[in-house]
């Protein structure tokens, strides 16, 4: 049994120096990527569900698209989110009931010349 296990232990060496490097770029890459998409996704669930409360409570049944523009910027500004086109938000009626509909992109530049581009497309009914 031992014979065994002194044996192995001759192949055994643990990270090489590549390896460890490879594994940083590649930590470092990650960390980069979701430190500048995370708050476009965080920002892009506050204006839903800004827009959610609004269709839950039945107010936009009777605001105009104006209102309901206001009326997210409003919360918007008290959370400080400043880089979002409050025109991308738009109202409209179904038998009585509001639809509000929130379409734009963002885009993010990573490193150099490469963007990430992040679409949204909601319907909160």
Do not use: C, W
Request: proline share 2%.
């Amino acid at each position: 049994m031992n014979n065994k296990l002194n044996s192995y232990s001759g192949r055994q060496r643990g990270f090489s120096k590549f390896g460890l490097l490879m594994t940083l770029v590649v930590l470092v890459a990650g960390l980069t990527f979701g430190l500048k998409v995370l708050p476009i996704y965080i920002d892009h669930n506050f204006v839903r569900g800004q827009a959610e409360s609004l269709v839950e409570s039945g107010r936009a049944a009777t605001m105009t698209q104006a209102e309901i523009r206001t009326e997210v910027g409003n919360g918007l500004r008290v959370n400080n989110i400043r880089e979002f086109d409050l025109n991308s938000i738009t109202s409209t009626r179904n038998n009585g009931a509001a639809v509000i509909s929130i379409v734009y992109e963002r885009r993010v530049p990573l490193f150099s010349n490469l963007d990430v581009v992040v679409s949204f497309d909601d319907r909160i009914e």
